[in-house]
């Protein structure tokens, strides 16, 4: 299993994606399936994701997908990041956060699952703006992906 990441710098911005995969053929069953859980958890807060929403709300969201699926315990970070000026930046918000995305907020979804035993780690991730009724893609690229693996 592989997690391919491309940080792109652009007039002092960075915008970073990640698509899991497995390299040299296809992947098992159960590698198939821990990538589909990956990208199912992150569609869960993207349905959720608008001005408004408290980002708690989203964290436990997409937590709760993980934990209803027995995959809980190697979900070890909140799945959403700021994004701008550094790959990775605030906020990092958790599931106690009470504050509401607002339009015009730079987010990343990086949603992962680390240590699984004889899978390892993988995630994807990909950047949106808030808006008011929904995101706006940063990336057509993965969020093209995204989609075509749900039937989309």
């Not at 589909?36 to 937590?63: F, N, P, T, Y």
């Not at 780690?121 to 706006?136: I, L, M, P, Q």
């Amino acid at each position: 299993m592989i997690m391919a990441c491309l940080a792109t710098q652009y007039e002092g911005y960075i915008a970073s994606d990640e698509w899991p995969y497995v390299a040299g053929g296809k992947p098992t069953r159960e590698q198939a399936a821990l990538i589909d859980h990956i990208i199912r958890a992150e569609q869960v807060g993207i349905d959720m994701l608008s001005g408004g929403v408290v980002a708690g709300e989203v964290v436990r969201a997409v937590k709760g997908y993980f934990a209803s699926n027995g995959l809980g315990s190697y979900d070890i970070y909140p799945p959403i990041h700021g994004n701008g000026l550094a790959e990775a930046e605030s906020p990092y918000p958790d599931p106690k956060t009470t504050y509401r995305f607002e339009p015009g907020m730079g987010v990343n979804f990086d949603v992962n699952l680390f240590g699984v035993p004889d899978l390892g780690s993988n995630r994807v991730e990909e950047g949106f703006v808030v808006a008011e009724g929904g995101v706006v893609v940063l990336s057509d690229l993965i969020s093209g992906l995204r989609r075509r693996h749900l039937g989309r």
